[in-house]
């Protein structure tokens, strides 16, 4: 098992978990490409098992302050604890003394897990932020 940055050639898998994992993605194709070539502030992690993408992290980083803006598993790797372990190995590769914020549907109780697992901190709930209209959790870890 590996986290490591994301490359061009790894476009179509990150698209193919993007696009079976969320049932109203936010993800296109072309936003994805412009994170993977340097288009953007944001970049792209990947997970990786006996070689096969089984899930990525997209994170926008600034000074000390880290967000991660999206998680995925490959469907067939869930509830396996892969993503327990992904988030993990992404946090410990995070310099000390930063700030991580991310956002979590209030409904997506597995993911809560994971995070509170992790020490992560509820902060508050923001109203109908997702494209289906859910509520979000925004949660923070100070490493």
């Known amino acids: 098992m590996g986290l490591r940055k994301g490359i061009n050639s790894d476009l179509e898998y990150i698209f193919d978990i993007e696009t079976k994992v969320y049932d109203k993605p936010y993800w296109n194709k072309k936003m994805l490409n412009e994170v993977l070539s340097g288009k953007t502030e944001n970049r792209i992690w990947i997970y990786e098992l006996n070689k096969i993408i089984i899930g990525f992290i997209i994170d926008l980083r600034y000074a000390n302050e880290v967000n991660i803006l999206n998680i995925a598993i490959r469907k067939s790797f869930q509830n396996k604890g892969h993503g327990t372990k992904m988030v993990y190995n992404y946090l410990k590769s ?13 409904n997506n109780y597995k993911a809560l897990k994971i995070y509170s697992k992790l020490n992560f901190q509820k902060l508050y709930i923001r109203k109908a932020y997702y494209n289906d209209g859910a509520d979000a959790v925004n949660m923070r870890l100070i490493k």
């Open 94 to 106: 995070l310099p000390k003394k930063c700030i991580v914020l991310l956002e979590v549907k209030k």
